[in-house]
């Protein structure tokens, strides 16, 4: 057993966040929730289904309204976009930006579909929506918070669904999934391979 890492591996400085030196996968998401008499969106990429059962999460800080939407209506939707929609996805920013004035007015434009059990917008044309209710706030990541919630319905469009007697190779290369690599880039994932569990694995 090797002892040490090879002179390939650089230490990185733990006094700055590390995640901004090297690239890493990560689904892209819009978050919708209900702010005033109107909504917002919210891209995010740091979040994941929690555990096997219906629960998801992902990152948020204080710092921004989707948080403090979520903590007063205790819901919020997900949007799964596609590789076409990343500009889309980019554009549900722009309320966030500094120097965004009138920037609310962009959600107004993108193109949208109210959701069925809460009252929040999805970005249309995503392949997978959720709606969820809050189930926990987990703060104290510095200035970051982990948000929770049970999925309390789903709707993947059809393309999608995942069906025993399908290819799921040929599914995927006709129907490709997009990934963010953080930061700044993304992929669209069209090309896939079985994972070689070893025998009689169980998730």
Known sequence: MEKELTTDFIPLEM??????RFFTIAPLIVIGTKEGDGYD???????TPIGPSNYFGFVCTPRHATYHNIRKT???AVSFPLPDQTVLAALSASPRCEDGSGA???????????TNTIDALFLKNSYLYLECELYRIVDGFDGYSFITGKVKAAFVDKAYLRVSENDEQQQIKEHPLLAYLAHGRFANI???FNFPFPKDFNF
């Open 15 to 20: 006094d700055t966040p590390i995640w901004n």
């Open 41 to 47: 969106l919210a891209p995010k990429h740091m979040a």
């Open 74 to 76: 205790r819901e919020f």
């Open 104 to 114: 609310k007015n962009i959600v107004d434009v993108l193109p949208t579909l109210k």
């Open 190 to 192: 069209s090309e896939t």
